[in-house]
């Protein structure tokens, strides 16, 4: 039996090492552990052995069956390991290469504008956050101290779902991003510092108005934030988003009913070959003039209260604008409409290659 055993050991670890691929090391696993296999038979010679005689080869049999399944493993392994590392030789790709009969697409300039203010953004220690399109009234209305009979609620006319059966108005396609700035208030604790980008919806339809339009809104909440902050971050977001040093602002009073003080911002303009350059100062050119650019102002005490926040702890500010509007002051496209018309000539005209390092790749202040 001692020879036996020795003897088969070193067969069938002989027979691993020779194994030459899954397959063979498989079968010698068949041959020595399957159901008929070799050790299998010799497991069970020990049920009919005396005590004694077991006591001796109860232990050597155990160890040539963990013998033999551990040079099954170490063999199965090394045999994988080889046939990955010979994959990854074989199989190299050179990913710089031109993508050869393929019809390269676009990137639609909303696409490439949000992209370009989500890193002019983040740049500033912001984050990007998103809700639904689907909104309810109190997160679009109501919580911006926009209450049921306020008449801002006809400048934002919308899609409306039908009534409840109390006669409440519960959905709406949102109007704006606003409703964003709730949802975070609501679930973060400040300080939040976020932007809202996304689709709106109002019912208005000419060249320079779609009922489906692109929005991006931003929030700060903290304490001791001042209009000082929020006029330095308009100044250096719209210097960075159309690449000038001579952006002039002016912060014009207005009122949104989640905002108190509200400003209108206007950016100076000049007229070069009949189209409107952003840029310059129109307090020292007759050749220019103001452009309204974004909405803006410190938020309302309400709205902070809204959201479960001490209006005496928290301050912050908030500012809106139209992405697509952004689009066509950087890029110059005339007709807000075209950009929902889907015409490939428009698209591969102003659209942008996929491996176009973004315009802002300089980053804010660069
Ligand atoms: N939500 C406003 C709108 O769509 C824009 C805005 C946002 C104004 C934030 C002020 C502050 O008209």
């Excluded at 020595?32 to 020990?46: R, S």
């Excluded at 304490?223 to 929020?230: Q, V």
């Excluded at 309204?292 to 309302?300: A, F, I, K, P």
């Excluded at 809204?306 to 500012?319: H, I, K, T, V």
Aim: hydrophobic share 40%; charged share 25%; with cysteine.
């Amino acid at each position: 039996m001692t020879t036996d055993l020795d003897q088969l050991r070193t067969d069938l670890l002989g027979s691993i090492e020779a194994a030459a691929g899954l397959d063979a090391v498989e079968a010698v696993r068949v041959q020595a552990l399957g159901k008929q296999g070799v050790v299998t038979g010799l497991l069970k010679t020990l049920g009919g052995m005396s005590p004694e005689a077991r006591q001796v080869e109860g232990p050597r049999i155990h160890a040539l069956r963990e013998a033999v399944t551990e040079a099954l493993a170490a063999r199965k392994a090394g045999l994988e390991k080889a046939a990955l590392d010979a994959r990854l030789a074989s199989e190299t790709i050179d990913m710089t290469l031109p993508v050869d009969g393929v019809p390269a697409g676009s990137v639609h300039p909303v696409s490439q504008v949000m992209d370009e203010l989500a890193e002019i953004f983040a740049d500033l220690g912001f984050a990007v956050a998103t809700g639904p399109e689907i909104e309810d009234d109190w997160h679009n209305f109501t919580a911006l101290n926009i209450p049921e009979t306020h008449p801002a609620r006809a400048m934002h006319d919308t899609f409306y779902f039908p009534r409840e059966e109390d006669g409440s108005q519960k959905y709406l396609l949102r109007t704006h991003t606003s409703p964003v700035q709730i949802r975070t208030m609501v679930q973060d604790k400040p300080p939040i510092r976020i932007i809202a980008p996304g689709r709106v919806y109002r019912s208005d339809s000419d060249a320079t108005h779609t009922p489906m339009f692109h929005q991006i809104e931003g929030l700060v909440i903290d304490k001791g934030i001042t209009l000082g902050h929020l006029k330095w971050t308009l100044e250096t977001f719209l210097k960075a988003f159309f690449e000038r040093d001579d952006i002039v602002l002016r912060l014009r009073p207005s009122y949104f009913p989640f905002t108190e003080p509200s400003a209108e911002v206007d950016v100076g303009f000049t007229w070069q070959n009949g189209k409107r350059v952003i840029g310059g100062d129109p307090r020292k050119s007759d050749n220019g003039g103001w452009m309204e650019v974004l909405g803006s102002g410190m938020v309302h005490r309400k709205v902070i209260e809204s959201c479960g926040l001490d209006p005496n702890e928290w301050q912050g500010f908030a500012f809106g604008t139209g992405v697509d509007r952004l689009a066509m002051l950087k890029y110059g496209m005339d007709d807000l409409r075209a950009f929902f018309d889907g015409d490939l000539r428009w698209l591969r005209h102003y659209g942008f290659s996929a491996l176009d390092i973004p315009t802002l790749s300089g980053g804010v202040g660069a």
